[in-house]
T-cell receptor
Framework: DAGVIQSPRHEVTEMGQEVTLRCKPISGHDYLFWYRQTMMRGLELLIYFNNNVPIDDSGMPEDRFSAKMPNASFSTLKIQPSEPRDSAVYFC?????????????FGPGTRLTVT | AQSVAQPEDQVNVAEGNPLTVKCTYSVSGNPYLFWYVQYPNRGLQFLLKYITGDNLVKGSYGFEAEFNKSQTSFHLKKPSALVSDSALYFCAVRDQEYGGSQGNLIFGKGTKLSVKP
């Protein structure tokens, strides 16, 4: 398996623009997680899905952030409009609860810079 | 509520010496415990886990961790540190009994390990 795939790996955009981050989880995994990592705040869970259904979005910072999972093999995290304080590394992770009791496998991350 | 504490922001070790990265947890029921490592500009990589059974768990790259239920700890250890072990280490927990969290893990804030030659 190729592991969790994220695209793009790097994104530089101007304040006010829409940003879409993409994630393909490991085939067969039934959970998908979006995290944000910054030096100041560390690793933050934004939202997670189970079988394509959002379970907990309490970590989503504000209404500018939205996430979807239209099918088991694809998820997006959208920021509209983007702001400089959104600059961070965004990670997607997936897991299968029934096997190994839920260790998560992380993608390589998308480094977002908003100028 | 579930929580994880990594009391040290940074651990410094000389190459060849043993290393320990500390982790304590709090859950209502029995824990599933995990260690992850993050190298610069990379995602988190799964190192090892404790589910049940033997309290000493062995994982990747020569790391091991000891589950201590009475002290609610799950410290990461390695007998002989390498410079290449320098990275950020995260401890995580999930409560076996906390049905509402389902697949979610609670991560600690991370400990930066620095191994000097």
């Amino acid at each position: 398996d190729a592991g969790v795939i994220q695209s793009p790996r790097h994104e530089v955009t101007e304040m006010g623009q829409e940003v879409t981050l993409r994630c393909k989880p490991i085939s067969g995994h039934d959970y998908l997680f979006w995290y944000r990592q910054t030096m100041m705040r560390g690793l933050e869970l934004l939202i997670y899905f189970n079988n394509n259904v959002p379970i907990d979005d309490s970590g989503m910072p504000e209404d500018r952030f939205s996430a979807k999972m239209p099918n088991a093999s694809f998820s997006t995290l959208k920021i509209q409009p983007s702001e400089p304080r959104d600059s961070a590394v965004y990670f997607c992770a997936s897991s299968f609860l029934g096997q190994g009791k839920g260790e998560q496998y992380f993608g390589p991350g998308t480094r977002l810079t908003v100028t | 509520a579930q929580s994880v504490a990594q009391p040290e922001d940074q651990v410094n070790v000389a190459e060849g010496n043993p290393l320990t990265v500390k982790c304590t947890y709090s859950v209502s029921g029995n824990p599933y415990l995990f260690w992850y490592v993050q190298y610069p500009n990379r995602g988190l990589q799964f190192l090892l886990k404790y589910i049940t059974g033997d309290n000493l768990v062995k994982g990747s790259y020569g790391f091991e961790a000891e589950f201590n239920k009475s002290q609610t700890s799950f410290h990461l250890k390695k007998p002989s540190a390498l410079v290449s072990d320098s990275a950020l280490y995260f401890c995580a927990v999930r409560d076996q009994e906390y049905g509402g969290s389902q697949g979610n893990l609670i991560f600690g804030k991370g400990t930066k390990l620095s191994v000097k030659p």
